[in-house]
């Protein structure tokens, strides 16, 4: 089981940017498992932004990226997306994606990278 988690630079605030876990080891559509993106700021502990289940319409977003930011899934890619619209210097982190497992997130990717300007 890998993921890989892409997408990440520099932005200037308020500028949308997508993040894309690329995910292989496993299937998407067939697995039922969801799917996480966490962030840790410089200095900070890592903590969930999002996750999306194994029904699409099954989301969870944490309350400060509540109505700016989208999960979603693509089964037949593999992929989750995080699509960041109008993110703050507040978001500034490294952003992770996991996969769930039945005790919690078992499988982890390297982050990448989003700083956001002001």
């Known amino acids: 089981v890998q993921l890989q988690a892409s997408g990440g630079g520099e932005v200037q605030s308020g500028c949308s940017l997508r993040l894309v876990c690329a995910v292989s080891g496993f299937s998407l559509g067939g697995d039922d498992y969801g799917i996480g993106w966490f962030r840790q700021a410089p200095g900070k502990e890592r903590k969930g932004v999002a996750c999306i289940g194994s029904r699409a319409g099954d989301k969870y977003y944490e309350d400060s990226v509540k109505g700016r930011f989208t999960i979603s899934r693509d089964n037949a890619k593999n992929m989750v997306f995080l699509q960041m619209s109008g993110p703050t210097p507040e978001d500034t982190a490294v952003y992770f994606c996991?996969?769930?497992?039945?005790?919690?997130?078992?499988?982890w990717g390297q982050g990448t990278l989003v700083t956001v300007s002001s």
């Open positions: 996991a996969k769930g497992g039945v005790n919690g997130y078992d499988s």
